[in-house]
């Protein structure tokens, strides 16, 4: 607790508490009393060394009334009015323990807005960091969806500013609409994706752990244990990136079908699937990191920490548990978000990388000859080390990959991404395994 005794035509006494510096939320009102005579405050604040905040720009009578951020995955932001009566939307950054880094990005919020106004949004707070390096998000940043129900979704191009700023233009078609960096799939989603195949007779649905706030994960298993070949995809490491949701689902339902093909498919491999690996992340609108600051798709080098990281301790647990009866994954898929779309082939020193090397080949061979994959794999120096990819490959001899899905732009079908457009790829990944498995012999 601090006081001052501040000269201004009378005297005042200011108690002041240091709060911000003990971890609690520093936009709330201290618990403490601050009191201070309103002709005195600018001098006060002074007298601490602190800028006196600038007045709000005076907006009249202005289309927008309120950025709703209420609902689920619903990312945090605040807001304010520049002169122009353009809307800044400032994202909040997630944070990684013990670390400078710190990402924004996740876009999901509701306009409420006159009807038939126009809109100019301006997002800022884009300048991440990552490995210790600053690097804006605002480069990878080309488009949003928006929605006016939150389930039919339509692309809209941003405008690059400078100083890393992106800006919205937008036409209110109704009172309310639904902006976000891309499709949303939220919990809600994966809750109605377990219920609808839930009993059928070829899935099982096991816990294997629970999160940082105690949200349940769910292992997926669709097909035979007993199948000659098993594969592993995990989605949403990164809270958010959704694309990896709308490829399971795809796959999954394919394998479902119960035709000749999909009997055929599930004859040779079985599949195990970790939907959502950093639900908590989801629900609160986060971007990256889980919450207790640790990126899920890295320490992948080293066993998980079981408090920081129980998302990946019940993933790892489950893992050697698999590799101990004998049943460890083939082949396993990371699959993320990105600006660029490509396949993370990292090179950690294990024996018989260069026939790792020729798997990873095949596969993306395969990939362009049965899905809209056109991005291809990071160059032949590349290594991203404790990524799952990385890790699975370097500690379990697994065949792992970080596959990127573009979050912008489907070069292959010269088109927006969607959830349809990630769901028909999933589709085919069905065809991609089988002939995957038919052609390498892990």
């Known amino acids: ?61 202005h289309p927008l009334e309120f950025i709703d951020t ?12 520049a002169p122009d009566s353009t809307v800044l939307v400032h994202l909040l950054y997630d944070h990684e323990r013990s670390s400078p880094n710190r990402a924004a990005g996740h876009i999901h919020f509701q306009l409420h807005a006159k009807a038939g106004s126009r809109l100019t949004l301006e997002f800022t707070n884009l300048d991440n960091v990552w490995n210790g390096v600053s690097g804006s998000v605002a480069r ?8 006016e129900d939150g389930r039919a979704w339509k692309s809209v191009p941003l405008e690059s500013l400078p100083e890393n700023r992106v800006r919205l233009h937008i036409e209110m078609p109704g009172p309310r609409l639904y902006v976000a960096r891309v499709e949303p799939y939220r919990l809600s989603d994966l809750d109605k994706f377990l219920a609808g195949i839930r009993t059928n007779r ?33 989605a949403r490491a990164h809270a958010w990136e959704p694309g990896g949701n709308w490829v399971v689902e795809g796959l999954v339902h394919r394998l479902l079908k119960d035709d000749p093909e999909a009997r ?13 690996a950093n639900k908590d992340g989801v629900a609160l609108g986060r971007t990256r990191f889980n919450l207790r600051g640790k990126d899920l798709n890295r320490n992948w080098d080293k066993p998980a920490d079981p ?10 647990q489950w893992l050697e548990g698999m590799v101990k009866a004998g049943q460890a994954p083939h082949l396993a898929l990371e ?10 082939i990292s090179r950690p020193p294990v024996p018989e990388l260069s ?34 990819g990385d890790g699975w490959l370097e500690r379990y001899g697994i065949d792992a990959v970080v596959h990127e899905f573009n979050c912008n732009w489907i070069a292959g079908l010269k088109d927006y991404p969607s959830a349809k457009h990630w769901q028909t790829y999933g589709e085919k990944l069905a065809t991609v395994f089988y002939e995957y498995f038919g052609s390498v012999k892990p």
Not at 70 to 81: G, I, T
């Open 335 to 344: 699959l993320h978000n990105d600006g660029s779309g490509l396949l993370h």
């Open 264 to 276: 055929k498919y599930l004859e040779r491999y079985c599949v195990y699937v970790l939907p959502m």
């Open 1 to 61: 607790m601090k006081s001052a005794t501040v000269e201004g035509g009378c005297r005042r006494n200011v108690e002041l508490e240091d709060f911000a510096s003990s971890g609690h939320n520093r936009y709330a009102m201290p618990p403490s009393r601050i009191l201070v005579a309103l002709p005195v405050a600018l001098t006060t604040l002074a007298a601490f060394g602190a800028e006196p905040a600038k007045s709000p720009v005076a907006i009249t009578n």
């Open 140 to 147: 990878e940043l080309k488009a949003v969806v928006i929605s």
């Open 70 to 81: 209420s609902f689920e995955n619903a990312s945090p932001v605040w807001y304010e009015f």
């Open 307 to 316: 408090q920081l990281a129980p998302e990946n301790f019940a993933l790892e």
């Open 202 to 234: 070829l899935v099982q649905v096991t816990a294997i752990g629970r999160t940082v706030q105690g949200r349940e994960l769910e292992m997926l298993r669709v097909g035979n244990p007993q199948a000659p070949f098993r594969v592993f995809l995990r």
């Open 355 to 388: 026939r790792y090397l020729e798997r990873m080949a095949t596969l993306e061979e395969l990939l362009r000859k049965h899905t809209w994959f056109t991005e291809g794999s990071t160059k032949e120096s590349f290594r991203n080390s404790g990524t799952l």
